[in-house]
């Protein structure tokens, strides 16, 4: 079946620094990706929508210039967290699929010290 | 405001029992409603439901909804141990060609040996 992946899965950085989470479509392509935000205990925020040669369309409170998307293929989109801060921990997923499912990706924990 | 609610936000049972998990929605173009479990990791699928009225199973897992009253139910009968996990409902909703997917807040279910 299909298959996303994200990379890393695991992530400990600095406050003040960047990081970047890839998700990538394994067998089919994409044209949208979703990224996901979930803190313990609660459920998926959407965080916004990742549009293959596009810019990405950000849910409402989302800051789009802390959280990059490019979406530069079919297969691949990239969330950078930029200026990383504690608040920022959390557990990242994207998602990707047709309009029968959606699959998910691993997801990323990051923790920023 | 695109809203999605689950009821309840936590359930403990024995193994065994029935449970009835609930999925209500305000959405601006529902296209579909989709059950997730999420155990560790990232939420791994179950249904998608587009029409009402018309029952999906699986195993002992089941669901079915009503869009004139906006809500779904998940029903999983014997449970097991292995059901633990936080089940989530997602609605999709389409605009203008574009699509996303709200989450409820999922409930967390626990089954005793």
């Known amino acids: 079946g299909a298959v996303v992946s994200q990379h890393p899965s695991r992530v400990i950085c600095k406050s003040g620094t960047s990081v970047k989470i890839e998700c990538r479509s394994l067998?089919?392509?994409?044209?949208?990706m979703f990224w996901y935000r979930q803190f313990p205990k609660k459920s998926l925020m959407l965080m916004a929508t990742?549009?293959?040669?596009?810019?990405?369309?950000?849910e409402q409170g989302v800051e789009k210039d802390k959280f990059l998307i490019n979406h530069a293929s079919l297969t691949l989109s990239t969330l950078t967290v930029t200026s990383a801060h504690p608040e920022d921990s959390s557990f990242y997923i994207c998602?990707?699929?047709?309009?029968?499912?959606?699959?998910f990706g691993p997801g990323t924990r990051l923790t920023v010290t | 405001e695109d809203k999605v609610v689950q009821s309840p936000l936590s359930l403990v049972v024995h193994e065994g029992d029935t449970v009835t998990l609930n999925c209500s929605y305000e959405?601006?173009?529902?296209?579909?409603l989709l059950w997730y479990k999420q155990e560790k990791k990232a939420p791994t699928f179950l249904f998608m439901l587009?029409?009402?009225?018309i029952e999906k199973k699986s195993g002992r897992l089941s669901s079915i909804l009503d869009k004139k009253e906006l809500f779904s139910i998940l029903n999983i009968t014997a449970t097991q141990t292995g059901d633990s996990a936080v089940y989530l409902c997602?609605?999709?909703?389409?605009?203008?060609?574009?699509?996303?997917?709200?989450f409820g807040t999922g409930t967390r279910l626990k089954v005793l040996a």
């Open positions: 997602a609605v999709e909703a389409r605009t203008s060609g574009t699509y996303k997917y709200i």
């Open positions: 587009t029409s009402s009225g």
């Open positions: 990742s549009n293959e040669g596009s810019k990405a369309t950000y």
């Open positions: 067998d089919f392509q994409a044209t949208t």
């Open positions: 998602s990707a699929g047709s309009a029968y499912e959606q699959y």
């Open positions: 959405v601006t173009n529902f296209r579909s």
